[in-house]
């Protein structure tokens, strides 16, 4: 009986750590926004936050490159592939990285080596209370191969997100000013544009809440051929500590 009483005791205790978690996703450092006709771009310099997950987005103008990369200076960081499409002669990638406990300011460079873009947009998400223990921390990931054309576009999940999750969505397009808004309940964390070639692409996020797949709509200034894409990130599960179950 003592032990059966101790056991109760113990997990009442624990229920407020038991309870849902939810993922916190932030924009951590400026986007970039480079028109140099080169392979490799690299963005502003920052810290990274300990033990987070780094989701990248990156939009190349006028490439299909054989090896696309990312790298890092500062931070000891390994890069994951998530995510790529060509689309209409341009390339849109989704890479993500898991950081460790210590932290260094870093700056994130892509790389197109063998097919210099004529332009460059990226944009780089924090996840914190994300699933670090899963091998690939991705639930689902989608890059739109078909353009959207309308001023109101709208992006879909293949499936219905789970509402304690962390996502991040964007939207890319020809417009030559930064004239789009995210959906409602989205917060934006981009908007970015250059002329040559007129391009335009921003990012919005958005910390749990989701149930159903979409349309998720968002507002442009004007019509124009939209590619949308997409991430959800695992929330940190907190289970039962095993010798409770015994």
């Known amino acids: 009986m003592y032990n059966k009483m101790k056991k109760l005791f113990s997990i009442i205790c624990l ?10 996703v932030t924009s951590p450092v400026v986007g970039l926004s480079s028109s140099s006709n080169v392979t490799s771009f690299s963005m502003t310099s920052f810290t990274p936050t300990a033990n987070s997950l780094l989701v990248l987005m990156v939009y190349a ?12 200076t500062g931070t000891a960081l390994t890069w994951t592939l998530e995510n790529s499409q060509l689309v209409g002669g341009n ?14 300011a870093s700056v994130i460079t892509f790389t197109c080596a063998g097919d210099a873009a004529a332009g460059c947009q990226m944009s780089v998400h924090t996840f914190t209370n994300y699933n670090k223990f899963r091998a690939n921390p991705i639930r689902q990931s989608l890059i739109n191969t ?9 992006f879909s999940f293949a499936s219905a997100p789970e509402p304690s999750n962390g996502y991040v969505i964007g939207w890319s397009g020809t417009r030559g000013a930064n004239a789009s808004t995210p959906p409602a309940g989205w917060s934006e964390s981009v908007d970015l544009t250059y002329n040559t070639p007129t391009t335009n692409f921003a990012t919005a996020r958005r910390n749990g809440g ?4 979409g349309p998720y709509t968002f507002t442009a200034s004007a019509s124009t051929a939209w590619v ?12 039962m500590l095993p010798h409770l179950l015994n």
Not at 233 to 239: K, Q, S, T
């Open 15 to 24: 229920l407020p750590l038991l309870a849902a978690a939810q993922v916190v």
């Open 210 to 213: 989701l149930s159903s797949a």
């Open 228 to 239: 949308t894409m997409g991430v959800e990130v695992y929330v940190a599960r907190r289970g």
């Open 61 to 72: 103008t006028t490439t299909n490159p054989a090896s696309p990369a990312v790298t890092n």
């Open 91 to 104: 390339s849109y990638y989704i890479f993500w990285a898991k950081v460790g406990p210590t932290v260094s």
């Open 146 to 154: 078909a353009t959207t054309t309308s001023a109101s576009p709208a």
